[in-house]
Nanobody, 123 residues
Framework: QVQLLESGGGLVQAGGSLRLSCVAS????????MGWFRQTPGKEREFVAA????????YYSDSVKGRFTISRDNVKNTVYLQMNSLKLEGTAVYYC????????????????WGQGTQVTVSS
């Protein structure tokens, strides 16, 4: 498993932008598909975006497609989530996670999780 640490959350106005970062420990970072999920109180963890180990394939939920961009730097062991045109419903705790295989949109296929970073979108 890898250890994950997110940063970059905060308060932003609707329509604004934020970039989340997630740094991973370990020497096999490129062997993991990395994903971003978000969660609000009382709701299930929701898939946001994922990126393959090489970075060659990316996946997005319909709700963020065209506004969010996931990327990774395998030298820095870091995955990013650039969030543009943020909406009020983007308020959530955002988690990064690492997966070896399986459906990238399912949280059950991720076996390492960060502690989360709060994103709050205000009107």
């Amino acid at each position: 498993q890898v250890q994950l640490l997110e940063s970059g959350g905060g308060l932003v106005q609707a329509g604004g932008s934020l970039r989340l970062s997630c740094v991973a420990s370990g020497r096999t970072f490129s062997g993991y598909t990395m994903g971003w999920f978000r969660q609000t109180p009382g709701k299930e963890r929701e898939f946001v975006a994922a990126i393959s180990g090489s970075g060659g394939r990316t996946y997005y939920s319909d709700s963020v497609k065209g506004r969010f961009t996931i990327s990774r730097d395998n030298v820095k062991n870091t995955v990013y989530l650039q969030m543009n045109s943020l909406k009020l419903e983007g308020t959530a705790v955002y988690y990064c996670a690492a997966s070896r295989s399986g459906d990238v949109t399912s949280p059950f296929n991720y076996n390492s999780w960060g502690q989360g970073t709060q994103v709050t979108v205000s009107s």
